[in-house]
């Protein structure tokens, strides 16, 4: 179950990246075809199209030239407006060139060709006001805006039209796109969703399948543990020992009989490990844990002094509680050794006061086997008891 939910998981992060690096792509495509369009198409049409507006106004004016001569209108003469026209088409011209030689190869053969054309329309258009000016006759000058503005005039306007036409054609094309990445985004996002939805139900059902499961088996154990509770406090009620039950969090779910002072309902729920001093307190938990681990008996050795500050000495042995298989806490029989460490030390302190009388004795024994034999003075004999007899204390001079 546990596999099914991390495989769940995993899906569900596969799932998030994917819809984020798709998120990723899609915003990387749109940028680029507005980086294209702000940096190539957008400005070439506009310098286009500045130009075909220039190039009539040139024509107009130019016609009107030919018609009414070099005439104030608005505080210009007409030669004015010409001149202001000419360098307004030769500025944009220039841009246009300028903007199309970081472009490509093709774009740059066609600005220059736009930028050819309009420096011999303007030189057309200047020989036609000069003739103007000298006196030509209509006739003349219509002869010459035929055959030398007309076959320019016509072409690159033609050309501007195509070119503009081109680029209209790549905005198109480049608002299509961003419709059918828009169209697909708003078809993912639904399959998405739903594909989410459905992992996420798995999930959780999943985690719900597992907490239950958990939920039964904590429910069996706590069972087991009362059921070994009766059955304990049925057996243990009479032992002289104190017998616990305690769960493999610490918590003491059973005890027979308490000391200190303390009774049996305010130690059981507590942590066994609060009644444990400090000095004894991590030797004790690696004792438990071993047990729980292993299920291996164990024990140790503690003390505890009482409210009344009496210091009491407890040996404890440790034993694995098992259901169903499995170790789900331990016995603590804990047995009063305060009065057998006090007769040890008792026993200790006569047993060292006999082996001083033996002592003793030894060395009387040996002063008596001295003054049996002959010869021997009351001074050697004395002497020869300083060097044996032990000293108060019992350690030999």
């Not at 001569?69 to 003469?77: L, M, P």
């Not at 071993?290 to 034993?319: C, S, W």
Request: net charge negative; glycine share 6%.
């Amino acid at each position: 179950m546990r596999g099914k939910v991390w495989l769940g998981f995993l899906a569900l992060i596969v799932l998030l990246w994917t819809i984020c690096l798709h998120a990723l792509w899609s915003s990387m495509s749109v940028r680029e075809v507005f980086v294209e369009l702000g940096h190539y198409v957008v400005p070439s049409t506009i310098t286009m199209t500045d130009m075909r507006t220039e190039l009539n106004e040139v024509r107009e004016e130019t016609l009107a030239y030919i018609l009414k001569g070099n005439v104030i209108s608005e505080g210009k003469t007409s030669k004015e407006r010409l001149e202001e026209l000419y360098r307004e088409l030769k500025a944009s011209a220039a841009e246009h060139l300028e903007h199309e030689i970081v472009v490509g190869p093709k774009a740059r053969e066609d600005a220059e060709e736009l930028a050819n054309l309009s420096e011999k329309l303007i030189l057309a258009s200047t020989e036609i006001t000069e003739l103007k000016d000298r006196g030509a006759g209509a006739d003349e000058l219509v002869e010459t805006m035929d055959k030398g503005f007309h076959p320019l005039f016509v072409p690159l306007r033609e050309r501007l039209g195509e070119l503009i036409g081109e680029h209209q054609e790549e905005l198109s094309a480049a608002e299509a796109r961003v419709h059918d990445e828009h169209d697909r985004n708003i078809k993912l996002i639904p399959i998405v969703g739903i594909l989410a939805t459905l992992i996420a139900l798995v999930i959780a059902f999943s985690v719900d399948r597992l907490f239950v499961r958990y939920k039964r088996e904590q429910r069996r154990a706590e069972e087991g543990l009362r059921s070994s509770e009766a059955k304990w406090r049925s057996i243990t009620e009479n032992s002289p020992d104190i017998v616990m039950l305690v769960g493999a969090d610490g918590s003491i779910l059973f005890i027979n009989r308490t000391t200190g002072g303390l009774t049996r309902k305010e130690v059981i729920g507590t942590c066994v490990y609060d009644y444990i001093p400090d000095k004894y307190k991590s030797r004790v938990k690696e004792c438990h844990e071993r047990v729980l681990k292993t299920g291996n008996p164990d024990q140790y050795e503690t003390d505890y002094q009482t409210i009344e500050g009496e210091m009491l000495h407890f040996e404890a042995r440790v034993g694995p509680v098992r259901q169903s298989g499995k170790i789900v806490g331990i016995t603590i029989s804990t047995r009063d050794i305060s009065q057998r460490k006090k007769m040890e030390k008792a026993l200790e302190k006569k047993s060292y006061a006999l082996k001083e009388r033996v002592k003793e004795l030894d060395c009387l024994y040996g002063v008596s086997r001295l003054v049996e034999k002959e010869n021997i003075s009351l001074e050697e004999i004395l002497k020869v008891r300083l060097i044996s007899f032990p000293p108060p204390g019992g350690t030999q001079r």
